[in-house]
């Protein structure tokens, strides 16, 4: 560990990197340019690059699960990338239903045209279309999307209780279809379609479409085959919104912003596999994290856009880094001693001023933080983007200053620029976050793509759940 404060503007001339629409400023990075150099050395000699390309050509990089990651493939626009033709029907699929729904070809069963789209599920099921819903949900409006995840009631009520079976359709996302949360709240949502008269399967398949790879789904929901969309084992949950989990976004915005959505995503992947490291995105989002976590010890990582739109991104981002990060042993078995990936936390960063900002700047506790705002409104109040912005970019100055004179407390801090916050650059914002998270696993040498812990809990719940119940 050092306690060395320097930035790395100090030493290195060209700080700042660009690729579809963002803009990357790493000046306020806590090491040399000698470092950063060793840094890039580091991925080079691993063959950093090379490994993202391999898992994007099908190389099975998900050991414990012996499986493929595929989730880039969502978004091919090459026609030589796995499980293309399979994806493009699938999408095609969405499109048409999306399309149908939003001209009113689509009515429910008693002849309504459709208003409402609740999406039942959980984790990944449930945060990327929610984050995207909430980042782009102005443009193209059309049909209101609903979110219910956890096993709640209240939410339950707040949702069902507001909206009118008639008009609404419910999308049950569940890759596993098994998330006890999920098939909970989807019984929840049958007898709320059967109290209001939808109950015969004619019915039903008006009102219920479901995303999983289980084949027998359908089945199980008393459903015709026409009413599921796949997902397929190759798409990890949280990588898996460029696909039919996206399906209630194709509905509620239209298919012609998802496709950009999907665009952005592919631009970052052709950066990605495109660019020298020194010149890569996700290259450096990734080095400078295994940095600030190995070597300077920063267990936490930051999200603080400035930004409404982005807000939810920061749930993500916690469940993409945390899920796929937060392990300690290696796929051989091995035990990794040294720090893996970090913690990640944040929120609307205006908002976050006025909240745990002190802690950043004065506690005893270093973080690295990613500081995003959009160069352009996505409002007519040009004074409020001004100050916002302001405090931004004063924000991200003085977070790596401190109050009392201290070398041994400091953060490390970058900044992403938005040039306009669109569907094609939240595309390659989010592309850009997947490729860091997948590049820190190889460089920890961990598997992304399993949740080892996250079953375990599982386990144990459905152990209790009986014992309670009896
Ligand atoms: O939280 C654990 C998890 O397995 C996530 O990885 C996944 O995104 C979520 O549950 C939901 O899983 P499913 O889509 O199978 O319901």
Redesign the pocket.
Known sequence: MTNSPVFLSETRSNCELSACGLKLNIGRQRLTEAEFESLLQKAKDCGLLDRQIKMMQGEVVNASENRQALHTSLRSEDPQAPHFQEVNITRQRMYDLARAVRNGQWLGATGKRITDVINV???????GPHAVYHALREINPAIKLHFLSAVDGVLADRILGVLNPETTIAVI???????R??MLNAELVYDWYQSAGIQEKEQLTKHVFLV??KETACAEMNLPEENRFPIWSWV???F?VWGA?GLPLVIALGPEVFAAFLYGAYEMDRHMAESREEANLPVTLALLSYWNSTHLEMGSHCLLPYDERLRLVVAWLQ?LEM?SLGKSIRPDGTVITTRTGQAVWGGFGNEAQHSFYQWLRDGSSRTSIDLVWCEEAGHKHAHHHLVLNANAQAQAQALVTRQTPSEVFFNAVSTIRIHRLTPETLGAFMALYEHKTTMLATLYGLNAFD?PA??YG?KLCRELEIRLAS
């Open positions: 599920g959980i984790g990944g099921s449930e945060m996302s569940s890759k596993s279809f098994s998330t949360e999920t999983s790879a990890g949950g949280r898996s989990i469940q899920e949740q996250v079953e599982k």
